[in-house]
């Protein structure tokens, strides 16, 4: 059963950052493809970045050119590092991890981010 993990969610200042981590457990991290999600509260869960196995990555119109997801395959781990931080990005931040060519998607408990105006 993979596990996945997030961490690094706090409180910061407007335009302050923050670099989320997502660990997921397996011997199969390098091709996985791990996705990070969002949802306020009354809108609809928004795919903030994703990035595969092969390195390619993609954004979300509202956080390009702030946020940059990465990832260290000899740790397991996916970053998210967050710059330029708004008070509309406060909420719940989910990774989500899949390891074609299964079908199932694993989903980590969540990181609170907060900014404070």
């Known amino acids: 059963q993979v596990q996945v993990v997030e961490s690094g969610g706090g409180l910061v200042q407007t335009g302050g950052s923050l670099r989320l981590s997502c660990t997921a457990s397996g011997d199969r991290f390098s091709i996985a493809i791990i996705q990070w999600y969002r949802q306020v509260p009354g809108k609809q869960r928004e795919l903030v970045a994703v990035i595969t196995g092969a390195g390619s990555t993609n954004y979300a119109d509202s956080v390009k050119g702030r946020f940059t997801i990465s990832r260290d395959n000899a740790k397991n781990t996916v970053y998210l590092q967050m710059n330029s931080l708004k008070p509309e990005d406060t909420t719940e931040y989910y990774c989500?991890?899949?390891?074609?060519?299964?079908?199932?998607?694993?989903w980590g408990q969540g990181t609170l981010v907060t900014v404070s105006s």
């Open positions: 989500k991890a899949n390891f074609p060519p299964r079908v199932m998607w694993y």
